[in-house]
């Protein structure tokens, strides 16, 4: 059973950082772009970040540059999002998902984790 699961949210300070985990059961994350996207209540789900299946090309949102960075360890099939200088607006669910597309658009992917919910307040 292929399956991303999603980990490392949780309630920060704004200034603070989290990094955000998705591993990969039942398949390899290497033959993948993953995407990182996140929603937040009443709004639509956007593209954060994303990164090639060799990890070569990584693209951001303009609201995230600067302060969050994405990153692949094959060894442990797991692709995190580092993120620093968090804000309020930063607070979403937070999801991966892979796909065969290097895109911020959610529609070429193809796998999705259930999300984990990142809350940046004081």
């Known amino acids: 059973q292929l399956q991303l699961v999603e980990s490392g949210g949780g309630l920060v300070q704004p200034g603070g950082s989290l990094r955000l985990s998705c591993a990969a059961s039942?398949?390899?994350?290497?033959?993948?772009?993953i995407g990182w996207f996140r929603q937040a209540p009443g709004k639509e789900r956007e593209g954060v970040s994303c990164?090639?299946?060799?990890?070569?090309?990584?693209a951001y949102a303009d609201s995230v540059k600067g302060r969050f960075t994405i990153s692949r360890d094959s060894a442990k099939n797991t692709v995190y999002l580092q993120m620093n200088s968090l804000k309020p607006e930063d607070t979403a669910v937070y999801y991966c998902?892979?796909?065969?597309?290097?895109?911020?658009?959610?529609?070429?992917?193809?796998?999705w984790g259930q999300g984990t919910q990142v809350t940046v307040s004081s």
């Open positions: 990164i090639s299946s060799r990890g070569s090309s990584t």
């Open positions: 998902a892979a796909g065969y597309k290097l895109t911020l658009t959610d529609g070429g992917y193809e796998y």
């Open positions: 039942g398949f390899t994350l290497d033959y993948y772009a």
